[in-house]
């Protein structure tokens, strides 16, 4: 009899996560070796890569059923206004509306232009859209304001209320006398950064189709990041239990932290059908996803950073604040570099503007351009090699090796000019370097289902979800790897609150969250499936045994996998798996190189290429490895050159709200991309690396602008005007 | 108001009695559970709502039903033939151009109406022609790279 063995993990039932003991196969629980890994780590096309291009993969866009009704939202006009009165009865008079209810009741304050006011379902999107039009709202606009620097006036009108000032401290961090590290500096640099605030953009919006079940649950379609949590607020909404509610996910079209909990569109979803008896489906339309459903908060930030001769880094003082609108900012500073002593402030401004949500690293990128920056200028200043200085100050064992690789790749000794700006002609190119950190490790509680049934077919099913980065793949990978068995006779089921617990899809959290897992189970349903083998055919199960290429010996016979599941019992075999810290780590480093090009006569910015180094432990699949990194790249280029939200100051609406305003990198901007998946033999675990990949590529871009042209370009994004304002060609913020 | 009886979609004719204002992408999504389509922007933006008319590429979101009338259209659910994939969806799986996959429907239309005027497109023409084709998720160079690859498999028989 095959023993087992007792492992710590975690398990989390009814909303919490607890420690327990589980009893597993007493077999070695790590990845094995790289050569005896057959799926896991190649590069394998994504199994519903089918579903994707024939266009039968269902988002939930495209959700419809028999009897469903189109949910709109009526949105505030006005970035603050008190509400003195709210009209349904002219919607409601109208053929086809089935619902329409208030989200805030006169007397109450909408904060934001595209702040929830009322909604409305209706028999079509073209009844539901005429029918929002029809409600009767009369505002009292109130003083708004939507800018940082003037909300951080002292009579700026109150954006949360009276009683709430529009300035609130942030982390602040204090270590070591910064005085005296300026005093004693061989070299100081003090000049103001700015990053811009940004949309995330998803392509496919925020939103719902809830559909009341007959035995009084319910059912949600949602683009959602997170299957289980969206279903634990939804049972919390409707206030029954969870195993009511199932929520599900089969394809969404980008989230990139924006798209967690049902929000305001999924509660008013929710109330519609309920009010309507009849299935809701609630997308956003673009205008309202810009100004409603999230946004990347900006980041200021004075830095003041000294250094010693041979480029140690001694001290840095630092005062900073962004806004997320009505919701929070903050960067986590000083970012990557060991600075000696270091003196931190920061502030969260309040304005009129959406709520920020989390974005890819959330304050990451900013604190990047911020210290990147900072450090950069302090190389130059000292002149040292901005490479060197970095890989002096920078604790990263892996980075250190990174950094080796990074440079070589982009030809750091060709392309760097010790003289920034010293170029002839038109045209000047230069290189320039920045750093990522992250976690990447995974969170405990998930639980994978493994079920093989006697005509051969594996199922395996998790309540994760897949985002796009290819998680149905590598979990056939895992299970086919354990079994020896092709790829293909495994089947993936992912998206749906009713499968074991998972967490959402953030922080980078769900490969190494969902990997460990499904490996446990495989184990767990190989060990299950010899035993119930061992036991159908009288055999000692010591002597049942799977070999490569999923064929089985029973005894002295040898079986195909077919017939061995033949003898299975008529239920086949089911297994349960549970994540164990041991098969992921975390704690990824990063680096990004970029050469890139500067018009010295328009401002114009070009890159020609990035290359970004990534570790993350024991990869998986590394074709949807590499194209999430070179996807964060292209998110950071974005960043770098194109993207900002902006909001005019007069009439407090959002501006550029549609996808061509709002500038996101088309085919046409791109460089060459060069992604290099970084693997040590010391890995013994997965980590994610969605986040780490888009952090330092505006940095780089930014630094390697400075080394092209020798202006240094202190403001996100590196359009024409702040280059040459940089320049001193034009008045500007740069100039000043 | 003018109505619309009849739509030629992805080579049949499909009874539809929709008003001629309401867009084609509608009409196809809802109407005739095409949802390969998709809504991204609504103003002719970002290219996921990309068809053929009469071999075309336009985007559905701002194509009227009644202009569309008469036309032959084809979504991407059309470009399967006999069970087999069009080279370029072909070409997308086999390069992994998507993440997400909710541009893809968008791209693999307007690719497949550039490859059907220029058998052998170089880069800058791809770029060119998939300019008014967002992709949040950053999938631009393997999307560029399938396009290459399906001319190949297009112009030799084979995958290049
Ligand atoms: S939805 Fe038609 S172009 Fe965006
Ligand atoms: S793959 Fe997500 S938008 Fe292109």
Redesign the pocket.
Known sequence: MPKTKKVKSTITENGETREVEIEVPDVEVSWGKREDRKNVGSRMTRVDGADKVTGRAKYTYDIDLPGMLWGRILRSPHAKARITAIDLEPAKRMPGVKAAMTLKEAGATVRFAGDEVAAIAAVSPEVAEDAVRAIRVTYEPLPFVVKEDAARAPDAPRVLGNDRPNVEPGRARSEGDVNKAFAEAAAVVEAEYRAQARLHA??ETHGHVVARQEDGGIKVWASTQAVHGTADEFAAIAGIPKDKVEVVCQHM??GFGAKFGPGAEGRAAYELAKLAGAPVKLMLQRREESEAAGNAPSAIMKVKIAGAKDGTITGIEASGYGTGGIGGAGVPFPYIYKTGSQKVTQETVRTNIGPSNSMRAPGHPQASFLMESAVDELAYKLGLDPLELRMKNDPSALRQAEYKIGAERIGWKQHWNPTPGKGQGAKVRGVGVASATWGGGGGGGTQVDVKISRDGGVWVGVGTQDL?TGVRTFIAAIVADEFGLPREAVRPEVGSSKLGNSGGSGGSTTTPSVAPGVKMAAIQAKFDFLQALAKATNEPPDKVELLPGGVVTNGTKQLSWKEACKRLPVAGVSSRGTWVPELQQSGVGGVQFAHAEVDMETGRVRVLKIVCVQDCGIPMNKLTLESQMN?GMIQGLGFALTEDRIVDAQTGRLVNWNLDEYKLPGPWEMPVFEPIVYEYPEAKGVSGVAEPVVIPTASAIANAVYNACGARVRSLPLIPKHVLEAMGRVPGRESA | MARITELDVNGSREKIDVDAERTLLSVLRDDLDLTGAKYGCGEARCG?CVVLMDGRPVPACVTSAGSAAGAKITTVEGLEQDGQLHPLQEAFLEVGA???????PG?IMAGVALLRDNPDPDEAEIVRTLEGN??????YPR?VAAVRRAAGMLRGGGAA
Do not use: H
Request: net charge positive.
């Open positions: 998803c392509l079209g980008g796009g996807g | 996921a998507m993440q997400c996959g909710y541009c893809t791209m967002l992709c949040r998720c950053g999938a999307i």
